[in-house]
């Protein structure tokens, strides 16, 4: 059986359909998700000053979720205002939210699920990575007891005079 091997060429035309994909999933994740997984590290905690302009939403993917607009104020003294998705029965004022950019989070859970959504992808790939190193890896290493030396049979032994 015999093996075509790839061309350079071919080599990287995978490669690239391989990084359009994970480029176009990853930033899929991250504006679904309000890019939450860059906001990650620069959340601050505030507290709600007030609450105005609540959506309430029925549910499904169709109508997103219920939303407000928050007013919050940080320890430092700073003061802003964010969309926090959570109805106005979990938002009261003087609660606590985790606020980034212009994107609120009534706690660091929600936080932490948007951001794991959102680096999803770049696990998917870590592992398609391995997975096809591995098979490379088997492919090129000779397995333990084969030898790549051909065994032919021995020559015929010589004539021997007198027998």
Not at 17 to 39: E, K, Q, R
Request: charged share 20%.
């Amino acid at each position: 059986m015999t093996t075509r091997q790839r061309t350079p060429l071919a080599r990287l035309g995978m490669w690239l359909s391989i990084t359009a994909v994970w480029v176009s999933a990853t930033l899929g994740f991250l504006w679904m998700n309000d890019w939450a997984a860059i906001h990650y590290p620069f959340t601050e905690r505030a507290t709600v000053v007030s609450v105005s302009d609540c959506v309430e939403s029925p549910g499904g993917l169709a109508y997103g979720p219920s939303h407000c607009e928050v007013s919050w104020r940080a320890e430092d003294g700073e003061t802003g205002t964010v969309r926090v998705d959570a109805g106005r029965d979990r938002l009261a004022d003087g609660s606590t939210i985790h606020v980034a950019g212009d994107q609120g989070y009534t706690s660091r859970w929600h936080l932490n699920l948007a951001a794991v959504l959102g680096m999803l992808p770049n696990l998917v790939l870590v592992v398609m990575l391995a997975i096809y190193a591995l098979g490379r890896l088997r492919k090129t290493r000779p397995r333990p007891g084969v030898s790549k030396l051909t065994i032919t049979s021995p020559p015929p032994a010589p004539d021997v005079p007198g027998d």
